[in-house]
């Protein structure tokens, strides 16, 4: 019911004001959680190879890689919102699922 209500979402209107408004205290957010000089070490390299750890030290390395993984498909997608919305950046159909889903 709440997007029922909102016109823009579901117009697919792109209200750069709006989204700004209610877009930017998450991307701030989010950018204070990263700043942190631990998570910027983070690699994507390949998981550490726990052949000789046992199943369950490799179950944790798997897990730790694919959340590193997911944490940098979340900050490219955040930071190409963010471009937008400051006018450095194109909208595309991409970021436009983005900001709608963040809405």
Not at 80 to 100: F, P, Q
């Amino acid at each position: 019911l709440k997007v029922l209500m909102r016109p823009d979402v579901t117009s697919g209107k792109f209200d750069k004001e709006r989204w700004t408004r209610e877009l930017k205290p998450i991307l701030d957010t989010w950018e204070k959680l990263n700043q942190g000089p631990d998570l910027k070490k983070l690699d994507k390299g390949s998981p550490i190879h726990g052949s000789m750890e046992g199943p369950v030290a490799s179950f944790l390395a798997q897990e730790r890689l694919n959340a590193v993984l997911l944490m940098h498909v979340v900050k490219a997608s955040l930071a190409s919102l963010r471009r937008v919305l400051e006018g450095t950046s194109l909208l595309t159909s991409e970021v436009e699922k983005t900001a709608v889903a963040m809405l």
